[in-house]
């Protein structure tokens, strides 16, 4: 079974403060998302990458920066995280040349910035 | 980047079939047609993609009109497991393999 993990469910962060939120995938796989889901709203694009050390914009990548060093394993950091950035957020990974390929969801992790 | 319309919500009965539909007119030539869902709690899990051809699996069905402008997702019999939020997605062309979600369909399903 394809595994996407994502360290936490639930985070609680003051305003300011630095967060880190880690993804690891175990299918070997280039892709790599970060979203965000918000009511009304749907999933939203922050950053993708296709291959170590690369990355791409989404739709909604300010406040937002992410770390590619391993294949495994994409990690998205909130500089200072703001109380517009409470939100559900969402990792996934999917194979990429010669697609398209599903992506591969993780369960989420309810980030709170108070 | 091309949108997809899908209706805010619809409701179905236990064990009868489902159709969602879902138009994207601006839909280009390489645009896949996506479908993901995403149970109570959960991440999104996909369900199924096409291109022009009707298509089917074991979860579904995915009629594609023949000018692409419009598409259904098809739960031949649905179950109170299938009550999720349906999301319709172009997939773009290209290697990336990047989706635009939207706010999907939230389908509920009476026992």
């Known amino acids: 079974d394809v595994k996407v993990t994502q360290s936490s469910r639930y985070l609680v962060k003051r305003t300011g403060e630095k967060v880190f939120l880690e993804c690891v995938q175990d299918?070997?796989?280039?892709?790599m998302f970060w979203y965000r889901q918000d009511p009304g709203l749907g999933l939203r694009l922050i950053y993708f990458?296709?291959?170590?050390?690369?990355?791409e914009k989404g739709d909604i990548p300010e406040g937002y920066s992410v770390s590619r060093e391993k294949k495994e394993r994409f990690s998205l950091i909130l500089e200072s995280a703001s109380t517009n950035q409470t939100s559900m957020y969402l990792c996934?990974?999917?194979?990429?040349?010669?697609?398209?390929?599903?992506?591969?969801f993780g369960p989420g992790t309810r980030l709170t910035v108070t | 980047d091309a949108k997809t319309t899908q209706p805010n919500s619809m409701e179905s009965n236990e064990e009868e079939p489902v159709h969602l539909p879902c138009n994207h007119s601006t839909i280009s030539g390489t645009d896949y047609i996506h479908w993901y869902r995403q149970l109570p709690s959960q991440g999104p899990e996909y369900v199924i993609h096409?291109?022009?051809s009707n298509v089917n699996n074991r979860m579904a069905s995915l009629a594609i009109a023949e000018d692409r402008k419009s598409s259904t997702l098809i739960l031949h019999r649905a179950t109170l497991r299938d009550a999720a939020v349906y999301y319709c997605i172009l997939g773009l062309g290209g290697a990336t393999n990047k989706l635009i979600f939207g706010t999907g369909t939230l389908l509920a399903v009476q026992p």
């Open positions: 096409g291109l022009t």
């Open positions: 299918m070997d796989h280039e892709n």
């Open positions: 996934a990974s999917s194979f990429l040349a010669g697609g398209p390929y599903e992506q591969y």
């Open positions: 990458s296709y291959d170590v050390k690369m990355k």
